[in-house]
């Protein structure tokens, strides 16, 4: 993705004060007056709800894009660079995810903190991006829990004085994450062999499908390249025929179009909607990371238990 003028540090100085003669953008969170809790900035939604939840009141925890936003190709805008420059910690996820953001990060001056730092990471396995790195890590419940000790001590370096709230706070949330996903294991292991394959639009499941013991198939690996190939599709419609996938997938904050397409071609069930790179807002389905998984994980629980109907391509016996 090309690099944009106001990179440069004068440039992003002119933007500052451009920004700051602006109306704020609708869904900026802004400071209450007297307010002089240290600021910490996510680069989306999920890692800012997971630090909140480590924050408590000791901190003001804000997401850069907005609820619903889609991460991969976001292209940050003057103000962003004028609400990271105000910013004492900088959250982002790593793993190649924000890639657009790495300038960004450098010339905001603030502290960074990578949240996948330890992570194991899942290379994408086919296609033109096979070899690179799944940034998804979140999405896996045991990766989560990680990123949580990962803020804990981000935190804890911001603000020795409230170290043993924070600890407290994370280890609370890792047992909140880990109910959540042990609630839904047992209906995913109850499934058969033969319903064990997740089929999604974007490749972003690798991560989950593996605490899960899932096989995976997707028609993209990640959103910043979401057009899909004859070749692929091709590939994807003959997988889900051939191990029988009861039921696909599609992500919210992309068109599930082709999938239904899909489904349509295979006889498949449309399974639902998956949420991945965003919550949605406060009264929607996802306000916040626990509700993203127990969604998630209901829904393709649900989904891989509907009874398949006959593919087009199969007929009827006469």
Request: glycine fraction near 6%; charged fraction near 20%; aromatic fraction near 6%.
């Amino acid at each position: 993705m090309r690099q944009r003028a106001w990179w440069s540090a004068a440039t992003a100085t002119a933007a500052l004060l451009l920004s700051a003669c602006a109306p704020s953008p609708a869904g900026t969170p802004t400071a209450t007056p007297g307010d002089d809790r240290p600021v910490v900035l996510a680069t989306f939604t999920v890692l800012a709800d997971l630090a909140s939840e480590v924050a408590g009141p000791h901190l003001r925890v804000e997401s850069l894009t907005r609820a619903g936003a889609e991460i991969h190709g976001y292209e940050p805008t003057p103000a962003d660079v004028a609400r990271a420059s105000e910013a004492d910690l900088i959250l982002d996820n790593g793993l190649g995810l924000e890639a657009w953001f790495a300038q960004f990060v450098r010339d905001s001056g603030a502290p960074h903190a990578v949240l996948s730092a330890g992570i194991e990471p899942i290379a994408i396995a086919g296609g033109e991006a096979a070899g690179h790195i799944n940034p998804h890590a979140w999405m896996s419940p045991e990766n989560a829990e990680h990123y949580v000790e990962n803020i804990v001590d981000a935190f804890s370096e911001l603000d020795p004085a409230h170290a043993a709230d924070y600890r407290a706070n994370g280890d609370a949330y890792r047992a909140k994450i880990e109910s959540v996903f042990s609630d839904a294991q047992g209906r995913i292991d109850a499934l058969p062999a033969t319903d064990r394959t997740l089929v999604t639009c974007e490749g972003a499941f690798s991560y989950l499908a593996r605490d899960l013991g899932l096989s995976e198939h997707y028609l993209w690996p990640v959103n910043a390249e979401q057009q899909i190939t004859a070749r692929r599709m091709a590939a994807v419609i003959d997988a889900v025929r051939a191990q029988d996938v009861p039921a696909v997938f599609c992500e919210s904050t992309v068109s599930d179009r082709a999938m239904r397409q899909l489904a349509d071609d295979t006889g498949a069930a449309f399974g639902g909607t998956l949420y991945v790179d965003s919550l949605s807002a406060p009264d929607g389905p996802v306000p916040d990371y626990l509700s993203l998984l127990r969604v998630n994980l209901d829904t393709i629980a649900t989904g891989l238990s509907t009874n398949r109907t006959a593919s087009p391509s199969e007929g009827t016996a006469p």
